[in-house]
């Protein structure tokens, strides 16, 4: 088993499909153990993508993270990294398999609907940003 972090990002809560895509997580057997709402500060954000700070999208990437609330949540399951990034589909949308997430909700290649972790060890990374080992409800 492993677990894995999920962002439903600010587009999609926007968009009202937070249930949808939460449902296409459970429809491939992976488990939501944790959740929650928030919405992004600026330092947080700038933190969280830190890895990207030499891109050109950066800070508008931390400006559309920042827009509005997000929905994040720890899915376990066997696989469950490269499994919620099957779930998710290609970072660009245009590029994105039919039935994926991203080519069904996503509207751009920055607001792309969902984040998931790209690794397990940065899962273990970002699953510690945003929950206390006490927030996550493994079973
Ligand atoms: P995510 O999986 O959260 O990881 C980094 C994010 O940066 C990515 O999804 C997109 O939201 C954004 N991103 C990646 N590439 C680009 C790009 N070329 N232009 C704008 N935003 C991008």
Redesign the pocket.
């Known amino acids: 088993m492993e677990q894995t972090l999920s962002?439903i990002?600010p587009d999609a809560i926007e968009k009202n499909v937070i249930g949808k895509i939460l449902k296409r997580f459970e429809k491939n057997n992976l488990k939501i153990i944790a959740a929650k709402m928030l919405h992004l500060t600026k330092d947080q954000a700038q933190k969280f993508?830190l890895v990207?700070k030499d891109?050109?999208?950066?800070n508008?990437?931390v400006d559309?993270?920042t827009s509005g609330p997000i929905l994040v949540s720890v899915l376990d399951g066997d696989n469950a990294v490269s499994k919620n990034r099957e779930i998710?589909g290609a970072?660009?949308p245009e590029n994105a398999d039919e039935g994926t997430i991203r080519k069904d909700f996503a509207t751009?290649?920055?607001?792309?609907a969902?984040?998931?972790s790209?690794s397990l060890d940065n899962a273990k990374i970002e699953i510690s940003f945003f929950f206390k080992e006490l927030e996550i409800f493994s079973r």
Request: net charge positive.
């Open positions: 962002i990002k993508y990207h891109k050109p999208f950066y508008s990437l559309f993270m998710m970072t660009n751009s290649i920055e607001k792309n969902v984040h998931g790209d």
